[in-house]
């Protein structure tokens, strides 16, 4: 499968952003989803993960209440609603993809397929 993240972009802090992650392929809704994060000089960081029917999701504790992850399997796509964002969450923003017996997964070596990233960039 392949994923293309998009809707990154400059924000205040307080405020709002919608990623988005389209998948191409029929097999999508055969995979778990998840998004992560990457700052500069830092390692990639579990955001959060859904499941492949949506009925199932997980966060990591920093973004529990702030965070929230779904997916459509009729259109291929896959969102992460971030509401009061932080200069702290500057980052490149990725989704990828997961065998689906694996959730929840939140280390990015256990992921098979990764979209292009979506820089997040929250002034203070």
């Known amino acids: 499968v392949q994923l293309q993240a998009f809707g990154g972009g400059l924000v205040q802090a307080g405020g709002s952003l919608r990623l988005s992650c389209a998948a191409s392929?029929?097999?999508?809704?055969?995979?778990?989803m998840g998004w992560f994060r990457q700052a500069p000089g830092k390692e990639r960081e579990f955001v959060a993960t859904?499941?492949?029917?949506?009925?199932?999701?997980y966060y990591a504790d920093s973004m529990k209440g702030r965070f929230t992850i779904s997916r459509d399997n009729a259109k291929n796509t896959v969102t992460l609603q971030m509401n009061s964002l932080k200069p702290e969450d500057t980052a490149v923003y990725y989704c990828?993809?997961?065998?689906?017996?694996?959730?929840?997964?939140?280390?990015?070596?256990?992921?098979?397929?990764w979209g292009q990233g979506t820089l997040v960039t929250v002034s203070s």
């Open positions: 990828a993809a997961v065998e689906r017996i694996w959730f929840p997964a939140t280390g990015p070596n256990r992921y098979n397929f």
């Open positions: 859904i499941n492949w029917s949506g009925r199932s999701t």
């Open positions: 392929g029929r097999t999508f809704s055969t995979y778990n």
